[in-house]
């Protein structure tokens, strides 16, 4: 059997998000979130479920620690609670959030495990979003503020910054299709959202680097390799206007410091813009978005299957049969993740990538004997990170893997039924038991290897 073996260095983590495990969220002087308030409109959730208490890592940090030694990674990927520094999205920052965060920081450190910070993964303050949140130039000011505090505090010792999570879902999902907070759906605010969100990276990376200038800086985005249903001309042009629309609309601004002309002109086709002019963007945008990146955090889940729509946009084609996807509905598709970093540097001029997610959602259950049997996660991540060695061995910097997610959390829109975690987390007891899968990959990171099994 194949072994793929990793360079010396890299970095194995794990990830999380502040909203997804914390809790505690009027603990400690936090403010309200946009995701708080949205959890409590009954039918947001799926499950009524909130992220209230979520896995009270608040609390339980330290022991959150000690199941990161036992994993063995060298890196952890978390988020800051944007409400726990500016409760209210501007004025002084609350002492109490920036000393909770240098504390988990520190011991971290001690433990010989590297920071990998994101400012946003998705939690806004809402006194931001009444005040018109990101569709709303202003906004920009205000994300620049809130580094400014955390990089002063941290920037002495945190060495990994991402600005934002994935600023497609954030537009999208959150502005244009209704299914992520706050709710709503008008594509105009979707791509003010997303131009704001760039904007904001540009102008927050330049404050990084001067609080925090031996760091590295960079952007998760969630890319999607679009692949085509069949070999028929509009299927192609349904995988260029979805890698347009999903990918490119979020490379090429902050890569080649434009946005994608083809891009712009299917969304005037499709009515989300009235002209090419692209009204959000002002004087000097463009260039401050195109500042240059230390590394791209690369989310992979799977590719986007395609076929050309009756209305001439790409529709979505499932290619396997149900029984074959994960809870959450997505396709298995670790080959889709070789191609992605493969094309990515061949098409942009990136220094360094992080896989910074990767993972599944299984519905798995404890056996009668304790253990919690998850051969379909073991296996996914295995293929993945096979995958990403064969990204390597064809020239891709790939600096680091970083599997989502430490423990089962709150899933968003799906609240807790979704579970991703390489550990169970029991939400009655909130105790936390590592699953086959967490064994494995701590054999991973202990040789730095992993076996390929892939057929
Ligand atoms: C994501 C989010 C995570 C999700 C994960 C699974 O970046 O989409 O970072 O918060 O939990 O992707 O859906």
New binding site residues.
């Given amino acids: 059997m194949a072994v793929h073996r990793f360079p010396e260095g890299f970095l194995w983590g794990v990830a999380t ?1 502040a909203q ?1 495990i914390e809790g505690a969220c009027d603990e400690g002087g936090r403010g309200e979130s946009l995701w708080d308030r949205y959890a409590k409109t009954p039918g947001n959730i799926a499950d009524g479920s909130n992220p209230f208490t979520a896995c009270d890592h608040y609390h339980r940090w330290r022991e959150d620690i000690e199941l990161m030694k036992w994993l063995g990674v060298n890196a952890y990927r978390l988020s800051i609670a944007w409400p726990r520094i500016l409760p209210n999205g501007s004025g002084a920052p609350n002492e109490a959030g920036l000393d909770f965060y240098e504390q988990l920081v520190d011991e971290l450190l001690a433990a010989g495990i590297k920071p990998f910070v994101t400012l946003n ?1 998705w939690d806004i303050p809402q006194a931001l979003v009444d005040a018109g949140g990101w569709p709303e130039r202003d906004t920009v000011e205000a994300f620049v503020e809130y580094t400014d505090a955390v990089t002063r505090r941290l920037g002495d010792r945190v060495r990994a910054w991402a600005t934002h ?2 600023p497609w ?1 954030i537009a999208v999902q959150g502005y244009e299709e209704a299914g992520h907070a706050p709710g709503r759906k008008n594509p105009m605010e979707a791509l003010r959202t997303a131009h704001h969100l760039l904007l904001s990276h540009g102008r927050a990376t330049s404050v990084i680097r001067a609080n925090a200038p031996r760091s590295e800086v960079g952007i998760v985005l ?1 890319l999607a390799p679009g692949w085509p249903a069949s070999d028929s001309p509009g299927d192609a042009d349904a995988v260029r206007i979805h890698n347009g629309l999903f990918n490119r609309w979020y490379l090429d601004p902050l890569l080649r410091g434009t946005y994608p002309a083809d891009a712009i002109a299917d969304r005037v086709c499709f009515g989300q813009l009235p002209s090419p002019e692209l009204p959000f963007v002002e004087n000097g945008d463009m260039e401050t978005i195109n500042a240059p990146l230390d590394y791209l955090g690369v ?1 992979y ?1 799977g590719r986007s299957v395609v076929k050309a729509g009756s209305d001439g946009r790409p529709a979505g084609v499932c290619p396997v049969p149900p029984e074959e996807l994960t809870e ?1 509905g997505w396709e298995v598709f670790p080959e889709g993740l070789t191609r992605l970093l493969s094309e990515l540097v061949q098409d942009y001029d990136i220094p360094a990538i992080y896989i910074t ?1 990767s ?1 599944a ?1 299984f519905s798995d259950t404890v056996d009668d004997d304790g253990r919690i049997r998850d051969p379909l996660r073991t296996a996914f991540l295995r293929d993945h990170i096979a995958a990403a060695s064969d990204a390597i061995k064809a020239g891709v910097p790939l600096r680091g893997y970083f599997a ?2 430490l423990m089962d959390n709150f ?2 829109q799906h609240g807790y039924k ?1 579970r ?1 975690g390489l550990f169970r987390v029991d939400y009655d007891s909130l105790k936390r038991t590592p699953k086959e899968s967490a064994h494995w990959y701590r054999g991973v990171t202990a040789a730095n290897a992993v076996e390929d099994e892939r057929r």
């Fill in positions: 998000s997804q993964h999570n994935e879902c969630n989310n889940y959450m997610e993972g959602a989502w997610t899933e968003w979704m991703f």
